[in-house]
């Protein structure tokens, strides 16, 4: 392609990375969530402004890990907007008591991360997507203790998403909602990782939060 638009970054964890090729093979980069879906919906509407959508989301990432690689991941791409979903890696260090859940870093680093894209990137526009389980599968022996924890980071996110100007996008209760329609594990097979239904979810929650906003991606 010759032509490019504008730049769409993903970043996050595995829910983000969707197994997305590590090569410049154009069917499998974006991976197979929510990323793609989106981009799939937005890039074939858009064609004429050819946007370019970015997915550089890694499975097992905390954001303290998004930090530690966000200059080559995120500064030096330059992206229009980038898009974060990230909490879920950082609640599970905790609730197994590895090591590197010594301490809660989830705000302290969230919020340094985006003080210093605030700083180089001013004209980025930042979504931050809310992080959500379900009451199944791996969640579902210590159900309360891994519901405050995520709660918490719910709050945060909201928070941070206020502090700096972001679109925050709300996931709990899309999700809570669908399981009015099925099962949990029909949606988060495990209580983190979604199905490609919940991929869905995310996705239509993404677009009906982001295009109805001042970061709408318009031709």
């Given at each position: 392609m010759t032509q490019q638009g504008k730049v769409y970054l993903f970043q996050g964890d595995?829910?983000?990375?969707?197994?997305?090729?590590?090569?410049?093979d154009p069917n499998h980069i974006l991976g197979h969530g929510y990323p793609y879906l989106i981009a799939a919906e937005l890039g074939a509407k858009l064609a004429e402004s050819a946007p370019l959508f970015i997915n550089r989301g890694i499975s097992g990432n905390r954001v303290s890990d998004l930090y530690a690689r966000w200059n080559e991941d995120a500064i030096v791409l330059k992206p229009d907007t980038i898009s974060i979903l990230i909490g879920v890696n950082d609640a599970w260090r905790i609730m197994n008591g590895e090591p590197t859940g010594a301490t809660d870093r989830f705000e302290r680093a969230y919020r340094h991360l985006l003080e210093e894209t605030r700083e180089v990137l001013p004209d980025t526009g930042l979504v931050l997507c809310e992080p959500f389980i379900l009451n199944v599968g791996a969640t579902a022996a210590d159900w309360p203790r891994w519901q405050a924890q995520i709660a918490k980071y719910q709050e945060a996110t909201r928070r941070l998403s206020e502090d700096f100007g972001a679109v925050f996008v709300p996931l709990q209760r899309t999700f809570?909602?669908?399981?009015?329609?099925?099962?949990a594990?029909?949606?988060?097979?495990?209580?983190v990782h979604p199905t490609t239904a919940g991929h869905r979810l995310i996705a239509d929650a993404w677009l009906n939060t982001v295009q109805g906003s001042a970061l709408a991606i318009k031709e």
């Open positions: 595995s829910i983000t990375d969707g197994n997305r090729g590590r090569s410049e809570d909602e669908a399981c009015e329609r099925a099962e594990a029909y949606w988060i097979w495990d209580g």
